[in-house]
């Protein structure tokens, strides 16, 4: 079935391979089920392996060919496995390049398979919600595509560790790295998307495209951010949520990362040259104008202040 659903059964939430209404895909009965308010694509689980950290590294890809075998080399020479689990979302790959044998080799514990409709939103959102379910207190995402350095992500465990509910990657601030970024996209994320997003959300934002972060649990379980929403189906996931944790007064920091483009060949991206990136930009300013805003359920987590509106 080809759709987004409500969780009304254990297939919509687990995909192939659920035990019933727990969502215990790995036979065990840890797993809790998916409120019923969430949207959710189909999925597969592939393969998982079950639980063994606090922690998830969720990794989204379609057809990356070596560059998701050279960032798994690379996460595993780190030794990430032995602080976080590691979840591959695949949005339909047919490169070849996600043999089940040599994901499981290089550390990954769990593939899931988008088989609904959408892009990058709606694999994070499959992601996202197979690990509350399974019990992460907080979730990571980086690209597959190689172009970031995951030796940060143990000082964003540690942060999500420390009290903070949003973490962002930024190659711009002091300690960070950019290396070979094209000038047309440096330019607009440092005079148009970060600025926006900064001024919108009340946070200084220096690095606003990047998908490399971390969440807390309890901020993707706010039903004031409701990220399990159906309009999440690209790109607009990524904008909203760093427009809207800071207004709802989770704790959001920026930590110094090393983000590096090929010096030779097509540069690694999903997005488009022009249709792509103008798609980018109006999702920036609705998510800014507050388009994507749910209707206010509960008031903000105990503690914390909205931010004020612009």
């Known amino acids: 079935m080809q759709n987004e659903s409500r969780h009304d059964s254990a297939t919509s939430c687990a995909g192939q391979g659920a035990q019933g209404p727990g969502f215990a895909c790995d036979g065990t009965t ?20 079950g639980r063994t950290a ?21 996460m595993s020479g780190q030794g990430i496995p ?19 044998s040599v994901l499981q080799s290089l550390g990954v514990r769990t593939l899931l398979l988008k088989t609904g409709p959408g892009k990058l939103g709606a694999q994070l959102r499959c992601a996202y919600a197979f690990a509350l379910c399974e019990g992460y ?11 970031d350095n995951p030796s940060a992500i143990p000082a964003f465990i540690q942060a999500l560790k420390d009290g903070v509910d949003f973490v962002q990657a930024s190659r ?11 000038r047309s996209r440096d330019l607009a ?12 959300s009340g946070f200084k934002w220096t690095d606003t495209t990047q998908g490399f972060r971390a969440y807390s649990a309890r901020l993707l379980r706010d039903e004031n951010v409701a990220p399990f929403r159906a309009v ?61 805003d749910p209707p206010r359920q509960t008031p903000p987590p105990a503690g914390r202040n909205p931010a004020s509106p612009f």
């Open 232 to 292: 999440f189906g690209t790109y607009e996931l990524l904008a909203y949520l760093s427009y809207c944790a800071p207004r709802l007064g989770y704790k959001c920091v920026e930590l110094p990362t090393e983000r590096t483009y090929p010096k030779t060949g097509g540069v690694p991206t999903k997005i488009s040259s022009f249709r792509g990136n103008f798609e980018v930009l109006r999702i920036l300013f609705a998510a800014c104008l507050g388009k994507y």
């Open 189 to 200: 994320i440092r005079l148009v998307h970060a600025p926006l997003l900064s001024l919108a």
């Open 172 to 182: 711009f601030i002091p300690g960070g790295r950019a290396g070979n970024t094209p």
């Open 30 to 49: 840890r797993a809790a089920p998916m409120p019923a308010s969430w949207v959710v694509p189909d999925f597969q689980t592939l393969f998982h392996r």
């Open 82 to 100: 032995a602080q976080a689990d590691i979840l591959i979302v695949d949005g339909g790959t047919t490169d070849g390049s996600l043999d089940p």
């Open 54 to 74: 606090d922690w998830v590294v969720v990794i989204p890809v379609i057809n990356e060919g070596a560059r998701i075998l050279s960032l798994l080399e690379k």
């Open 137 to 147: 207190a907080g979730v990571l995402t980086i690209d597959g595509n190689d172009k």
